[in-house]
């Protein structure tokens, strides 16, 4: 029979009520998307698919949440977006795939964006 846990005491800096809610509010819903990145980037190593330009683009991408540097969705969703400004020659419209697979010749330099005005 397992031993049953003790429970740790949880060492926090004193936040504002506002600032733990934002924590408590989002950690959970957050933890288990998580967990669903990991299960479904198991699966495709597991079934060696890992190498599709999809999942390369999703674990470039993940490698963007601990980079410690701010504007992490703006930056997850440029890497899986089309950098292109000029439709694909005989585009008539497709379906979505989540990410952009770069051309066999190479990869055209990035668009820039304009700063979004706060």
Known sequence: MPKPRRKQPVARQSASPVREAV??????????????VAAF??????????GDFRCVALR???AVLV???PERARRILERLSDPTTE????AAGGVAVGAWAPPAGGVPEPRKLRARRR
């Open 23 to 36: 924590v408590d509010h989002g950690f959970i819903p957050v933890r288990a998307k998580l967990l669903e």
């Open 41 to 50: 980037l198991d699966r495709v190593e597991r079934h060696a698919v890992a």
């Open 60 to 62: 470039q991408a993940a």
């Open 67 to 69: 980079d410690g540097r």
């Open 87 to 90: 439709p694909a020659a005989g």
